[in-house]
Each structure stands twice: as C-alpha cells, then as structure tokens.
C-alpha cells in the first residue's frame, strides 16, 4: 500500500494510491482522471518521493487550490484540502494514521470513549477527564502520554488538591532562590519539568480560586512566571486536567472560573463508575488477582459484583490487596467476601437504625470544621483582626475567608486593638 493516497469528496469516495509522478487533469492517461469543468487534460503532478507528497500546478489557467490558496507548488500534510475546477480532495498519509489506543472495555459506552482517544493523543489539544474518584482518569492520562508523537518526553503530575495556594503556585510556575522563606535555590515548576511533554493536573477542580487566573494566563500565552521572579518563560507541553467534582456546579457557586474551565474544556472524556461497567469487573479482578497473587472462586466473585463499590476500581484493588494481606495462599470464598468488604460492622450499624457512615462522615466533617475555626481565630488573633493579611496566611481569598467568618460567628470586633 502507497504511502500518500487521495481521496474525492462526493459521493462517490474515490480513492486514489500516489504513485511516484500522479497526473491529474481530464486526459484519458492521466492517472487521476476528471470529467469536470474547467480541468484542463493535464491540470497538476502529484510527486511522492522522500517521505513528502508535492502538487504542481502544470500552467493551467483555472488553478490549483491547497486549503484554499492557489498555488503553484506545495507540500502536502494529511488532511489537507486540495481543489481543481469543481473536484474536492483530502490527503491521507498512512503513516500518521493514528494508533489503537492501549485501553478498550467490554462497555460499549466507555470501549467508544477509550476509540475516540486513539486520534485525539496525536494531538496537543487540552483533554479534560471527569468521573468518580478511583475511577481511573489517571490510567487515562498516562496512556494518552505514551500514545502521543512525545511519548518519550517527560509525563509530570501535579495533585491541586494536595497543597496549599502558595505551594501550588512554585510547584506548577517554580521559583527563584529567596523568593520566600524556604526558597534556597532556583527550582523549575511543573511546567518546565514537563517541557515537551504532559503536564497532568489531577484533582484541577480543587485549584485554589487565586491561582486559576494564572494558570489561565499560562495556557492563554503559554508562557509563566516563576515565583520571585520578573522574566517570563516560553512553555511547550499539553495539558491533561481532571477531576471528580462537578466543575459545573463550581462555576455556579463562584469557586471555579467559566473562563478557565472553557480553556480546558476542548475534548471531554467522562470515566464511568466501576458500577456503571460491569462488563469489566472479571477483567480487573484477575488482573488484580494475578499481580498479587489471590484466588477467588466463582461464587465469591459473583457476591463482589452485587457490591456497590462506591470507590471503584482503586476500592477493588485495595480488597484484593486486603485478600492477599489476610489469606496468603488462600482460595478466596463466600465466606472471606464479608470481612473483605467490613459488611459485619454496617450491617450491624444497619439493623440498629444508624447509618454508620452518615455518623462518621458527619463526626469527621465536625473535626474539620473546628479545625478549620481554631486556625482562623488564631491568625486572626495574629493578625490583630486583619482579614487580608489572615487570608494570605491561611492561603484562602478573602472572599471565603470573610464567607468563614460569618459562618462560625466570629466577632473581629474582639480582636481589634
């Protein structure tokens, strides 16, 4: 099979293989033959050699069009629109055709997902990942990166959720020596680390609101400024975001910038949860069970596929892990499924009336809370009442912090001078 072939654009879907010299006109020996008006017998020359496929215009007096431009001579790229008299073509080069990208389903949904990303990897178009915690989205990324033309270049990713605004900022943008406290030497961001390559931003909804204008800005001019410093930095790298937060949602109570989530928005992939793909379930469990060298039987795999696994795939990998823990060397039964998924204690909690994770979940978010008042009351304290400086040292904008204040009732008239 040629490298280059052609391609006409009616409904006739002709397709022609490039030759070494391709003639193109309405002359019987032409090797491209139209009948249209205005082709004269030899209108063009398509030339294959070195790898390139050339159109020559042959001094005819319509024209030869490439992506709408006349032109005399030029070099073809796939894709490309070619147009003589009133005939359309398109290029096809066989060697960009894209590759099978490594991960498929039994789910239809999610197989025609996981198709669509073979073309997309060939480019460097943000790709934003949405779905449940434990889902996956970061096996997604990581076989977009080793699908990509730059699959050799470094594959870098940042967890937003895992550090403070200030942490962030050097950690995606980097710093220079003493630009804060801690700061003993230059150090590259994220950006530069992954300089031709992926930048996976994981968890980008929980960005902190005062740095989404500048990553903004980043991806806006591909350009950043380090920590410190006043010379901006050319950038080269794609960026994969994800996420298991309705960013729509955000949008809408303000903690999340239209303008940014638009930005990363260009090809949208949405992971289902593990429940949804069942299909897959035998395929993950074994995979699983392999590495980690556990047995299940029949039965005790069809009781795992009645729970709900609320934390999907990272949830069953970590239950094989615990039967690997517990039983080493043992064939996994119905028996071991229950201690396995510590149904005992919620069923227990089930049959007295209390939802044992509602009242953990609840203690929880009442130690969080009350954390979260004590450090505002002791940089308050600090701060002499002083909300601007308070939200700096608590890495928050002012917004929410005056949002916390009212919310715990705190009287700043208490810690005025």
Known sequence: MAQFQIELLDNSKQIWEVSEYSNIGSDSTCAIQLGEVNVEARHARLEAKEKQ????????TGGTFVNGAQVLEAILKDGDLISIGAADFVVHDSS?????????SRCEY?????????SVAATKFPVLLLGPSGAGKDIVAQSLHQSSPFAKAPFISVNCSALTETLVESELFGHIKGSFTGAVADRKGAFESARGGTLFLDEIGDLPYGLQAKLLRALENNEIRPVGSDASVKTNVRIIAATH???YQKIREGSFRSDLFFRLNVITIEAPALKERLEDFDELLYTFARQMKVRFS?????????????G??????NVVARASALYPKKYIEEIHIEHLLNRKERLAHAQTGVNYATVTDTNQMSVIKEIEKQMILKRLAANQGNQKRTAIDLGMPKST????IRH????????KA
Request: net charge positive.
């Open 110 to 118: 999610w197989d025609q997902q996981l198709k669509s990303l073979s």
């Open 312 to 317: 999907n795939i990272r949830e069953l990998k």
């Open 96 to 104: 960009r055709v894209a590759k099978e990208f490594p991960l498929s």
């Open 408 to 415: 715990y009732n705190i009287n700043l008239d208490e810690f």
């Open 401 to 404: 912090l005056h949002d916390r």
């Open 298 to 310: 029949y039965n005790a795999i069809q009781l795992l596929k009645k729970h709900d696994w609320p």
């Open 53 to 60: 496929l050339l159109i020559k215009d042959l001094r005819s």
């Open 245 to 247: 937060q309705n960013l």
